[in-house]
């Protein structure tokens, strides 16, 4: 049998050894020949191509497309079920690292862990101060999270183990969540006000987008921090930018920002108060390897039976 040949960019060495010889990877491209076209029979979805109608057009012989990640804000997922080409992505596998991000991230800013390590290394350290760097103290704080799925039960799994008293806003109350993790509904204009730390934790859809700007922002105490760990269109980046400079909020932890990777010169990126990580938060050895894995099965699974182990629905 001759390989089965997938469109897919940037696919790392484990990515390729695991997919093995039976399948033949080519370069993403919006514009194939039509003779490039047609031997395509899926597309791999890593590191978040675009994904739309047009798209899936230029490929007559599409029979999946199997997503590298657990978010498809970058897929359209409708278009892809208006023409029966299922979509699969890989959930659960990633909630554990994603949790520990979040709390990597608070923790470094609300402790100063990255503008202590500058200062740690550099001339001006000469001596201990105990009147430098004193941070906000995380243990038996409040912490807000904004959609408590799958990731942000176990951020809340985790923040019991800091005594924080915890918040959720979704749209929907957990009762079963309430009752295994303490966690507390409210709205989020009341979450808002009360969270020391405001984690935020859904998927990006018409709802989410531009969820967080001036007015959430001031809604928020001058001593909370923000985490974004959902997508960067969930919070407006102006008005953050705003908001971090005049001190509205005390500080930012970002995985993900708007647009990703910010211009380099983006004033944001010269604020002391933010911490930002290069959408890190699966990115551990264990995860990534069965996030291939899932992709991979659940490409087989696509381009033989059409029953995906993980399938995104409209
Ligand atoms: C996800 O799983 O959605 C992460 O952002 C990586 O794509």
Same mark, same amino acid.
């Given at each position: 049998?001759?390989?089965?040949?997938?469109?897919?960019?940037?696919?790392?060495?484990l990515?390729?050894e695991?997919?093995? /010889?039976?399948?033949?990877?080519?370069? &993403? @491209?919006?514009? /194939?020949?039509?003779?490039?076209?047609?031997?395509?029979?899926?597309?791999? @979805?890593y590191?978040h191509p675009?994904?739309? $109608?047009p798209l899936?057009d230029r490929?007559p012989n *599409?029979? +999946? +497309?199997?997503?590298?990640?657990?978010?498809?804000?970058h897929i359209?997922v409708?278009a892809?079920a208006?023409?029966?080409i /299922? +979509?699969?992505?890989?959930?659960?596998?990633l909630?554990a690292?994603?949790?520990?991000?979040?709390?990597a991230?608070?923790l470094?800013?609300?402790r100063? +862990?990255?503008?202590?390590?500058?200062?740690?290394r550099g001339?001006?350290?000469?001596?201990?101060?105990?009147?430098?760097?004193? $941070?906000?103290?995380?243990?038996?704080?409040t912490?807000?999270?904004?959609g408590?799925g799958?990731?942000?039960?176990?951020?809340a799994?985790r923040?019991? $183990?800091?005594?924080?008293?915890?918040?959720?806003?979704?749209?929907?109350?957990?009762t079963?969540a309430?009752?295994?993790?303490?966690?507390?509904?409210?709205s989020?204009d009341?979450?808002?006000?009360?969270?020391?730390?405001?984690?935020?934790?859904?998927p990006? @859809?018409?709802?989410?987008t531009g969820l967080?700007?001036q007015?959430?922002?001031?809604?928020?105490?001058?001593?909370?921090f *923000?985490?974004?760990?959902?997508?960067?269109p969930v919070?407006?980046?102006?008005?953050l930018l705003?908001?971090?400079?005049?001190r509205?909020?005390a500080?930012a932890?970002?995985d993900v920002?708007d /647009?990703?990777?910010?211009p380099?010169?983006h004033p944001l990126?010269?604020l002391?108060?933010?911490?930002?990580?290069?959408?890190? $938060?699966?990115?551990?050895?264990?995860t990534?390897?069965?996030?291939?894995?899932?992709?991979?099965?659940? *490409?087989?699974?696509?381009?033989? @039976?059409?029953q995906?182990s &993980?399938s995104?629905?409209?």
């Open positions: 049998m001759p390989p089965a040949v997938v469109m897919g960019d940037g696919l790392p060495p990515f390729l695991l997919l093995g /010889p039976d399948v033949e990877v080519v370069p &993403w @491209t919006t514009e /194939p020949s039509s003779a490039d076209a047609r031997r395509i029979v899926a597309l791999i @979805t590191g675009r994904v739309d $109608g899936l490929f *599409l029979k +999946v +497309v199997t997503n590298h990640g657990v978010g498809v804000d359209d409708a892809c208006a023409r029966r /299922p +979509v699969g992505n890989t959930p659960g596998c909630d690292s994603t949790a520990d991000m979040t709390f991230l608070l470094a800013v609300a100063n +862990v990255v503008v202590g390590d500058h200062f740690a001339p001006e350290f000469t001596h201990y101060d105990p009147a430098m760097w004193i $941070g906000s103290e995380v243990s038996g704080s912490l807000g999270i904004v408590l799958r990731i942000g039960r176990q951020v799994q923040a019991r $183990g800091f005594d924080m008293r915890i918040l959720y806003h979704n749209r929907h109350r957990d079963a309430e009752r295994e993790l303490g966690v507390v509904w409210c989020l009341e979450l808002l006000a009360q969270g020391d730390f405001v984690s935020l934790h859904c990006l @859809t018409p709802q989410t967080i700007g007015p959430q922002l001031r809604r928020m105490k001058p001593s909370a *923000l985490i974004n760990m959902a997508r960067g919070v407006q980046t102006e008005a705003v908001a971090l400079r005049e509205w909020i500080g932890g970002l920002t /647009p990703e990777p910010l380099r010169n990126l010269g002391d108060n933010l911490v930002i990580a290069p959408h890190l $938060g699966s990115a551990s050895n264990r990534r390897r069965r996030m291939i894995e899932m992709s991979i099965e659940n *490409l087989w699974a696509g381009l033989t @039976t059409g995906l &993980w995104v629905q409209p």
